[in-house]
């Protein structure tokens, strides 16, 4: 399986012991939201989504906020 990384980022989903890799934030976002209705022993201590910035030769990687996430819920974007 590969994934082809789109503007120089990937997205990870980490929930419990569990990580998967998206092409898109709103990917991660969504699988997250599908992720919480289906298990209700998740929480904000054991889940995130981190972006991996491959532009540089040193990948940088940061979380993605709650605050964004939550806009993006609410919007309905995702």
């Known amino acids: 399986m590969s994934i082809k990384i789109e503007e120089e980022k990937f ?3 980490e929930a419990g012991n569990d990580k998967w890799i998206y092409s898109s934030e ?3 976002i969504k ?3 599908d992720l919480l209705a289906e298990n209700e022993k998740l929480n904000q201590e ?3 989504i981190l ?5 540089e ?10 605050s ?6 609410i919007r ?3």
Not at 51 to 55: L, Q, R
Not at 57 to 66: G, H, T
Not at 68 to 73: D, G, Q, S, V
């Open 46 to 48: 054991n889940v995130s």
């Open 57 to 66: 030769e040193k990948w940088q990687i940061k979380q993605i906020s709650w």
């Open 76 to 78: 309905g974007k995702v």
């Open 68 to 73: 964004k996430i939550a806009m993006e819920l």
């Open 51 to 55: 972006v991996v910035d491959t532009k």
């Open 26 to 28: 709103k990917g991660a």
């Open 31 to 33: 699988s997250l939201k």
């Open 11 to 13: 997205y990870i989903l």
